[in-house]
C-alpha cells in the first residue's frame, strides 16, 4: 500500500486512521473557523490525523437558486487563513482545469468530484501541481474501473492519490454503499477514503434539492472501517438542517467526536492495534 503523506501528522495508509472533515460549503469565515477549531481538538486528542475540507463553489447543485459558496478567490482565502490559523493541512474540490493552479497554490489535497471522476483534463490538470489528488468514485462507476482515474493521474508523474467511495447509484434518489468497493479500490495500491456523509444522500430527493438519511451515518462509518478503510470523509456542521448545502446528511457537529470514537474502536479490533 503506497503511503501518502501530507504533513508529518497526517497520512493516508499508515498506521493510524485519518479523517477529512468539515461543511460542505464555506458559508463564512466564522463557521470554518468554528467546525475547524472542533475538529482539530477532538483528532489531537484521539491521535487521529485530520485535514479540513470545504467547498469555494458547489459547481452541481440540484437547483440554480442553490447557494454555491464564495468563489474561488474568496474561498481560497479563507482555507488558507484556516490552514495557517489551525497548522491543519486544507482539501477543496475543483471543477475546471484553470482551477487546479491556483487551488494547488493555496490547498493540500485537491479533490475530483464524483460526477467528473472520468473528465481526463481535469485529472492530469490536478496530477500535474504536484499536490495530492483525491478522486471520488462516480455514482455510476464500478470500483474496479477506478484504475483508469489512478492510471491518468500517474501518467502526470503524481503518485500522490485517494480515491473514495461515496456510494453507487440504486433506482431514482437513491445510493447504496458497497462496502466490498473498499477493497476493490485498495487493489490499486492506494488509500481508500470512505465518505460517509454523501453516501447517505437522496440525489435530487427533495426536488429542487438533496435529501439524505443521517440516522445511517455511524452505521456506514463502522462497517466501512471494519471493511479496511483507510480514511473517513465527514462533512460536519454546527447546525446541519440550517446547512446552506447538503442540510440532511451532514452530521451534526456535536456528534463528530462520539462518532470518531466509534470508529476507532473498530480500527483498533480490525487493525490488531
Not at 492519490?161 to 453507487?168: A, Q, T
Amino acid at each position: 500500500m503506497t503511503k501518502v503523506k501530507i504533513t508529518d501528522s497526517v497520512e493516508f495508509g499508515g498506521d493510524r486512521l485519518a479523517v477529512i472533515g468539515g461543511p460542505c460549503v464555506i458559508e463564512s469565515l466564522d463557521l470554518c473557523r468554528m467546525v475547524a477549531g472542533r475538529l482539530v481538538e477532538i483528532c489531537d486528542r484521539m491521535d487521529i490525523g485530520c485535514v479540513f475540507k470545504a467547498s469555494f463553489d458547489k459547481a452541481n447543485r440540484t437547483s440554480v437558486e442553490s447557494f454555491r459558496g464564495p468563489g474561488i478567490e474568496k474561498g481560497l482565502e479563507i482555507l488558507a487563513q484556516i490552514r495557517t490559523e489551525f497548522g491543519v493541512p486544507v482539501l477543496t474540490d475543483v471543477h475546471e482545469t484553470w482551477q487546479a493552479d491556483p487551488a494547488g497554490r493555496t490547498v493540500d489535497i485537491l479533490q475530483i468530484p464524483a460526477f467528473l471522476c472520468r473528465q481526463t483534463d481535469l485529472l492530469l490538470a490536478c496530477g500535474r501541481t504536484g499536490k495530492t489528488v483525491n478522486v471520488k468514485k462516480g455514482q455510476f462507476v464500478a470500483p474496479h474501473d477506478m484504475v483508469n482515474a489512478v492510471r491518468k493521474i500517474e501518467s502526470t508523474g503524481n503518485r500522490r492519490i485517494l480515491l473514495s467511495e461515496r456510494g453507487s447509484s440504486f433506482g431514482y434518489n437513491q445510493l447504496v454503499a458497497d462496502m466490498t468497493s473498499i477493497p476493490v479500490m485498495r487493489e490499486t495500491g492506494y488509500p481508500v477514503v470512505f465518505d460517509a456523509t454523501h453516501s447517505v444522500q437522496r440525489p435530487g430527493g427533495l426536488g429542487n434539492a438533496s435529501g439524505g438519511n443521517r440516522q445511517f451515518i455511524p452505521t456506514l462509518v463502522r462497517a466501512a472501517v471494519a471493511a479496511g478503510a483507510d480514511a473517513l470523509f465527514l462533512e460536519t456542521h454546527p447546525d446541519p438542517d440550517r446547512a446552506l448545502s447538503d442540510a440532511a446528511s451532514q452530521l451534526p457537529l456535536d456528534d463528530l467526536e462520539g462518532l470518531l470514537r466509534s470508529a476507532l474502536r473498530v480500527w483498533e479490533a480490525v487493525r490488531g492495534a
